[in-house]
Nanobody
Framework: QVQLFESGGGLVQAGDSLSLSCTAS????????MGWFRQAPGKEREFVAS????????YYSDSLKDRVSISRDNAKNTVYLQMNSLKPGDTAVYYC?????????????????WGQGTQVTVSS
């Protein structure tokens, strides 16, 4: 139906920046809200950011809001996550998710489609 493909992860040094991309293919991008989540080894999946279909409403994790920015380009069926001032604690697999509604959410259980994730490793 809908497939999500993350890209942009990699090995970076503390203080560096990364921009992750998530492109949707398949049936349609529709009017889906989008979100970014991350999961470190031994940890639960954590909310990072989400964005409404129209791109106006955005939510950020309180702990990350000063360092991350979410955006989307519906014409390209792509959502982006800009991450700055990366820390070793940011090391995780970052997942893109789509929700079949225009309203974003901070809860992973409310998202319908997930990508396979892209690894971000931040060295000290």
């Amino acid at each position: 139906q809908v497939q999500l493909f993350e890209s942009g992860g990699g090995l970076v040094q503390a203080g560096d920046s990364l921009s992750l991309s998530c492109t949707a293919s398949g049936r349609t991008f529709g009017s889906y809200a989008m979100g970014w989540f991350r999961q470190a080894p031994g940890k639960e999946r954590e909310f990072v950011a989400s964005i409404a279909w129209g791109g106006v409403t955005k939510y950020y994790s309180d702990s990350l809001k000063d360092r991350v920015s979410i955006s989307r380009d519906n014409a390209k069926n792509t959502v982006y996550l800009q991450m700055n001032s990366l820390k070793p604690g940011d090391t995780a697999v970052y997942y893109c998710a789509a929700r079949t509604t225009t309203a974003p959410s901070t809860l992973s259980t409310l998202y319908n489609y997930w990508g396979q994730g892209t690894q971000v490793t931040v060295s000290s």
